[in-house]
């Protein structure tokens, strides 16, 4: 049918346009001229079985997100990724990503059995903490009613550069000394005064009272500790991890026999500031031993004798062994010696900001 259908009007063509040529030539110029006429008949599909026919079809464009840019102190230079937020199925942070989202999503990730996932609205990201819904606020967390007040509060510290090792000790220069006594007279004419609302309802200590209800006597290392009723188990988990290690590593055998007194739970601010300590909600700890040895351990003491404590090294700091502060930081909790304003027998219970600065957390799995 096709064939007698092109018959009549080749035959046109090759006797009135090219009658004149030789009769090979003209099959093969007729032939070249069948090729498109045969895919206009075909409707038009020249290429089904090319590269364009197996490309798959463009994906929608998506409008970037946009967010309220955070102050440019509190952005960390660049957002590493652990293992831990990929075990938690949630991909790595991109460091395009805004830091009030980021640290929403550590947030949630760390108590995702007391907070819901982070929200856009009202012009702002927010987070959900047992029910209470809280503004990122510039850093402040502050709920709703005192979102006009965020101008009397300094930012909560989420130390987005807190290092996964401590690094080697450098002594500051004459301008780096100069910067830090700056900050240090202005932090002493200006206590930092930081929110505790958003705290207090994650911990549920609003108050003295409030907060002694939520702790409870744990044993650790052979001392009696209060501590918030929620850390009992990643306490444990320390502490089976720091003897496990004693058996084999005198440093540590000594250190743990060395620990006079651990104090927790204490309803209290941080020392020259008008901020809430975390002792406060029971989820942190001291480890003091019987003697410093004539080193270092706290940046306040440490000021009474040299007003340049920041440029005492590591060497004259009172440090425990490096294994029992990767044995804290296995579990959620984060050193107060990696701090400028040192604190060396401080632990605080903080795995928001471990998973911030991609430091993974141990997997209960590999414990033996």
Wanted: proline content about 10%; overall charge positive; glycine content about 6%.
């Amino acid at each position: 049918m096709a064939r007698s259908k092109y018959k009549g009007f080749f035959n046109a063509f090759r006797f009135t346009t090219i009658g004149g040529m030789d009769s090979r030539f003209r099959r093969i110029l007729c032939l070249l001229l069948f090729i498109p006429l045969g895919a206009v008949f075909a409707g038009g599909r020249s290429d089904t079985s090319g590269a364009a026919a197996k490309r798959p079809p463009e994906p929608p464009v998506k409008a970037p997100l946009i967010t309220r840019s955070s102050p440019p102190e509190s952005r960390p230079a660049e957002t590493p990724a652990g293992p831990a937020n990929q075990r938690a199925g949630q991909n790595p942070a991109s460091p395009m990503e805004g830091r009030a989202e980021m640290v929403l999503r550590a947030i949630n990730q760390a108590y995702p059995d007391r907070t819901r996932a982070p929200e856009f609205r009202d012009g702002d990201w927010s987070i959900e903490v047992y029910g209470e819904i809280f503004y990122y606020a510039e850093g402040r967390f502050l709920p709703a009613s005192m979102r006009h007040r965020a101008g009397e509060y300094d930012p909560l510290p989420f130390y987005g550069n807190y290092p996964k090792e401590l690094p080697p000790w450098i002594a500051p220069t004459p301008e780096e000394s100069a910067r830090i006594r700056e900050q240090a007279e202005r932090r002493n004419e200006r206590p930092p005064r930081r929110p505790h609302y958003f705290y207090d309802a994650l911990w549920r200590a609003g108050s003295r009272d409030e907060a002694w209800e939520q702790v409870k006597q744990i044993r650790f290392l052979g001392h009696q500790v209060l501590v918030h009723y929620s850390i009992l188990v990643d306490l444990s988990l320390v502490e089976q991890q720091i003897l496990r290690t004693a058996n084999n590593n005198p440093a540590v055998r000594q250190w743990v026999s060395s620990i006079n007194n651990i104090e927790g739970w204490s309803w209290r601010n941080i020392s020259a500031t008008q901020s809430r300590s975390f002792h406060s909600y029971g989820a942190a700890i001291d480890l003091l031993p019987r003697s410093l040895g004539g080193l270092q351990t706290y940046w306040l003491w440490t000021s009474q004798h040299t007003p340049e404590w920041w440029t005492v090294p590591y060497s004259r700091r009172f440090h425990p062994p490096p294994e029992v502060i990767t044995a804290f930081e296995s579990f959620g909790f984060i050193w107060g010696g990696k701090w400028r304003y040192f604190d060396t027998m401080h632990f605080e219970y903080r795995p928001e900001i471990l998973f911030l600065s991609g430091i993974p957390r141990m997997d209960l799995r590999d414990l033996r």
